[in-house]
């Protein structure tokens, strides 16, 4: 789909484009614990979603609940967040954006952290626009460098990680 241009005609599938730009079309959040090994972003540490609350556009499948795929080509922002379970171990709790199973340009929210005590702690992942082609998948991936324990817990209540993705617009 291309950007409107002066002359064009309505069509159902324009107008029905134009109606999607700035809409949130996935929501999701992880109501359950979800352990996280310890290390860097690794595949095997992304968030599976297990509360889907919005998912306009079919691109969730509970067979492959860490993926959302994009159902029709254009511009994507990307949301989201990871709250870990209290541990006073490492110094780095993260969240980074995967598509197609590879960390993307500008995806990484590594803050350097103090862990006091008792204390869940929520990551936020960078808000990230991004092109995407029909098929394309994207992930949200939690690390940290926790020792003892080596793997930590996501946070449930309100620290609960969470993904949001909104159609900005056609390529």
């Known amino acids: ?52 609350a919005l998912d306009v556009l079919g691109g969730w499948n509970a067979g492959q609940p860490t993926r959302w795929t994009c159902p029709r080509a254009g511009w994507w922002t990307f949301q989201g967040a990871v709250g870990f379970n209290a541990s006073t171990s490492g110094t780095v709790r993260e969240c980074c954006w995967y598509v197609n199973g590879g960390l993307i340009s500008m995806g990484r929210s590594r803050p350097m952290v103090t862990v006091p005590s008792n204390s869940t702690l929520t990551v936020d992942a960078r808000s990230v626009p991004r092109l995407m082609a029909v098929g394309d998948y994207v992930q949200l991936i939690a690390g940290h460098n926790s020792t003892s324990p080596a793997a930590l817990d996501t946070a449930t209540g309100s620290y609960r990680p969470y993904i949001s993705i909104t159609y900005s617009g056609p390529p």
């Open 1 to 52: 789909m291309t950007n409107w241009l002066g002359g064009m005609r309505m069509t159902a599938d324009r107008l029905y484009e134009t109606d999607l730009i700035g809409r949130t079309v996935f929501l999701a959040n992880r109501g359950a614990n979800q352990s996280i090994s310890t290390g860097a972003d690794t595949a095997s540490n992304a968030l599976q979603w297990d509360e889907v």
